[in-house]
């Protein structure tokens, strides 16, 4: 039976070929799986917001350009190599209506900073599921490298 890896808000969790990664309660925040399948190594980061603005930056695994950056670091510290690798990423939904709310749409503003990091990195972004309003639970499995995004009322979505 496959180990399971849960990782929590602002975490980041990395598996070489065995194991599931799971991260739940994606609303706004975003699930990021990297995968270089010629040695099988994957990680799931789950960033909250977009940019690392953080006076002495704590947890850089929080922020999708910081969080991207750290986790690829430390895949490529164990072999990895971003010129194999692939992304997949879920969430990123707008869950709350917020009116006259200087900050906007949360979930709009990850999508958008993923997206340029991993362009910005040299990452492919293989698939997706962001958007919507739904909360979503991203499972990704090592050794298949394949992802499965879980919502409530929608079927299970394979990535």
């Given at each position: 039976m496959d180990k399971k890896l849960t990782i929590g808000i602002a975490d980041m969790k990395m598996t070489q070929r065995e194991g599931i990664l799971i991260t739940y309660a994606l609303g706004s925040?975003?699930?990021i799986?990297?995968?270089d399948p010629a040695i099988k190594l994957a990680a799931l980061v789950h960033i909250m917001l977009p940019l690392?603005?953080?006076?002495?930056?704590?947890?850089?695994l929080k922020y999708a350009d910081t969080g991207?950056?750290?986790?690829?670091?430390?895949?490529e510290a164990k072999g990895g190599r971003r010129s194999r690798m692939v992304a997949k990423i879920a969430g990123?939904?707008?869950?709350f209506e917020v009116n006259g709310g200087t900050l906007g749409n949360i979930g709009q503003r990850n999508?958008?900073?993923v997206h340029m990091v991993l362009k910005r990195e040299g990452i492919k972004l293989a698939k997706e599921d962001v958007g919507g309003t739904v909360a979503?639970?991203?499972?990704f499995d090592a050794a298949t490298g394949q992802g499965c995004v879980r919502?409530?009322?929608r079927p299970e979505l394979v990535i």
């Open positions: 925040c975003i699930g799986c990297l995968y690392n603005m953080e006076a002495g930056r704590k947890n850089p991207i950056r750290e986790t690829l670091r430390q895949m990123g939904a707008k869950m999508i958008e900073s979503r639970t991203l499972l919502s409530y009322g």
